[in-house]
């Protein structure tokens, strides 16, 4: 059978007018790497090697969309979940989700919803194993953000 994996690079189109947030949440509060800038996109490096192109156009806010159980979400690792949380939260970019997990649930500047885990943590819950959080509870947050 073929093998299919998600790869290390991404990238996402979102409001031009979000590129001074983007670029101070993801090179200033997470760390990430500017490699390459010119006026439609930027192309950042987060950790050894995950890539992401934000390519800006004239595309409704994603800052106002409206949320769903279908929205994709990503999870961002750090090796310490303390003070990047603090980091992330202090800095008035993003807007918190409520979702009754132990993890910080976010969406950052352009729209992208995202986790926090730590780089050490058990998450074989989200692979289908193991135990975790009140999966009813989730659904039911998830359903009052549509």
């Known amino acids: 059978m073929t093998k299919v994996i998600f790869g290390n690079h991404s990238s996402v189109l979102v409001p031009r007018k979000e ?11 997470l760390g990430g790497q ?10 950042i490096r987060l950790g050894d090697d995950f890539f992401i192109a934000f390519l ?18 990503l999870e961002l690792k750090s090796d310490n979940v303390i003070e990047t949380r603090r980091k992330i939260l202090d800095s008035g970019l993003v807007r918190k989700l409520e979702v009754p997990d132990p993890h910080l649930y976010f969406q950052a500047p352009g729209g992208q919803c ?17 135990s975790g959080p ?3 509870k989730i659904k039911e947050a998830l359903k009052k953000m549509e």
């Open 19 to 29: 590129r001074e947030n983007i670029s101070q949440f993801y090179c200033g509060v």
């Open 34 to 43: 500017l490699m390459q800038a010119d006026p439609d996109r930027d192309f």
């Open 56 to 73: 800006y156009g004239e595309v409704d806010d994603a800052n106002e969309f409206l949320r769903s159980a279908r929205a994709i979400w």
């Open 114 to 130: 995202l986790r926090l885990v730590a780089t050490d943590e058990d998450l074989s819950f989200y692979e289908g194993a193991g």
């Open 134 to 136: 009140d999966m009813a």
